[in-house]
């Protein structure tokens, strides 16, 4: 027949039972911490009802009681450790559930790319390159000289009036109206012979559908000897065609720029009708991309340059109209509102 337990046992096992118990059923680390301070450790109710049942025990058991005590304080240990783990194993898992869901298809990323004005610029870049031109650059805070008066526009120059500008104040700086200022820079800092482009940034009071207060112009300049108005048409016909493509025709009309002599405006066929005539067009069948001209022998007295021996042209175009006819935007001012609609289209 077995034997019946001892009184004391019977304590603790019911205790531990009843600690196990509650560890499990603990739902949160809290929870947890709490059962385990009132069961467990050195101040728990196991390890006094231990101490009670070893001081009630007979001499000869008490080290057997003991045994038995340290054996279900070690349980209730385990159990501890075991409630603890699983805790935080619920928890991760339930993070996951909320905030990866792993069926969803994978994000792809967004590539940053050019600006359809940038993808223009380096292409007219490269066209020009091509046939010799090199780069220059210059500041876009100018000078009243750089920027009017060694282009043959003293102060009080009607010309001037075309160009309405932004001054700083209190100084004879401006923002420069158009990069031609670039040409006497490079005259300045060179001697014949001299094969330039120069794009960038200029500015005007301007503010319309094709007119932007800030834009972008390419300034050539091609200084020689025995340089003609026939290689300047040449030089423009090739850039336009290379650019357009080979149906494009270009058309130069008698103008005036006070720094170049004979001047002209520099006109495209119309990129959308072919010539036949359109609404961009204002159905001419041609479209003003820019001005042109043999560099006046004033602007070379200025840069001190022998106008009996070298001859030049010059041309300036707007980069952004460029981009507007080769792109098919209607409005300039699409190009500078940072819409990723538009931008997107361009990769
Ligand atoms: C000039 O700026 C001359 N410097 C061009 C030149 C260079 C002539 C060398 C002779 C020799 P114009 O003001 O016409 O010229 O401007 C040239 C082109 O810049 C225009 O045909 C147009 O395409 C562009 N442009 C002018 N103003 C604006 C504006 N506000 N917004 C966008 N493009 C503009």
């Known amino acids: 027949m077995p034997q019946a337990p001892e009184p004391e046992k019977l304590d603790v096992v019911a205790l531990v039972d009843t600690a196990e118990r509650e560890l499990a059923a603990a739902a949160t680390e809290q929870a947890l911490r709490e059962v385990h301070a009132r069961y467990g450790g050195r101040e728990g109710a196991i390890k006094r009802a231990v101490q009670a049942a070893i001081n009630a025990a007979p001499k000869d058991r008490k080290r057997e009681v003991g045994q038995v005590g340290n054996a279900a304080l070690q349980r209730i240990e385990g159990a501890f450790e075991a409630r603890l783990r699983s805790l935080g194993d619920e928890a991760r898992t339930r993070d996951l559930a909320r905030t990866v869901d792993v069926t969803l298809p994978g994000r792809s990323h967004r590539p940053g790319h050019l600006h359809p004005i940038t993808h223009a610029r380096r292409a007219i870049e490269r066209i020009f390159a091509q046939l010799g031109f090199t780069l220059a650059t210059g500041p876009q805070v100018e000078t009243d000289f750089h920027n009017f008066e060694a282009l043959a526009m003293p102060p009080d120059h009607p010309a001037r009036d075309m160009q309405d500008t932004f001054y700083l104040a209190n100084s004879d700086l401006l923002l420069r109206t158009h990069t031609s200022p670039v040409q006497i820079r490079t005259m300045l800092a060179q001697r014949p012979p001299v094969r330039v482009i120069c794009p960038g940034t200029v500015y005007r009071r301007d503010d319309d559908p094709t007119h932007s207060p800030?834009?972008?112009?390419?300034?050539?300049?091609?200084?020689?000897?025995?340089?003609?108005?026939?290689?300047?048409?040449?030089?423009?016909?090739?850039?336009?065609?290379?650019?357009?493509?080979?149906?494009?025709?270009?058309?130069?009309?008698?103008?005036?720029?006070?720094?170049?002599?004979?001047?002209?405006?520099?006109?495209?066929?119309?990129?959308?009708?072919?010539?036949?005539?359109?609404?961009?067009?204002?159905?001419?069948?041609?479209?003003?991309?820019?001005?042109?001209?043999?560099?006046?022998?004033?602007?070379?007295?200025?840069?001190?340059?022998?106008?009996?021996?070298?001859?030049?042209?010059?041309?300036?175009?707007?980069?952004?109209?460029?981009?507007?006819?080769?792109?098919?935007?209607?409005?300039?001012?699409?190009?500078?509102?940072?819409?990723?609609?538009?931008?997107?289209?361009?990769?």
């Open 214 to 347: 800030m834009f972008h112009q390419v300034e050539g300049l091609l200084v020689d000897e025995q340089v003609t108005f026939a290689d300047l048409k040449g030089v423009l016909l090739h850039f336009a065609r290379a650019f357009f493509g080979p149906a494009t025709t270009v058309r130069l009309r008698p103008s005036f720029f006070p720094f170049t002599e004979p001047s002209a405006e520099f006109d495209l066929s119309c990129v959308f009708c072919a010539g036949a005539g359109c609404r961009t067009c204002k159905n001419t069948g041609w479209i003003e991309v820019g001005g042109a001209g043999m560099v006046d022998p004033e602007v070379f007295r200025h840069v001190d340059y022998d106008s009996e021996r070298y001859t030049g042209f010059a041309f300036g175009f707007g980069i952004d109209r460029m981009a507007m006819l080769k792109y098919r935007i209607s409005d300039i001012r699409l190009l500078y509102e940072g819409d990723h609609r538009l931008l997107e289209q361009f990769p």
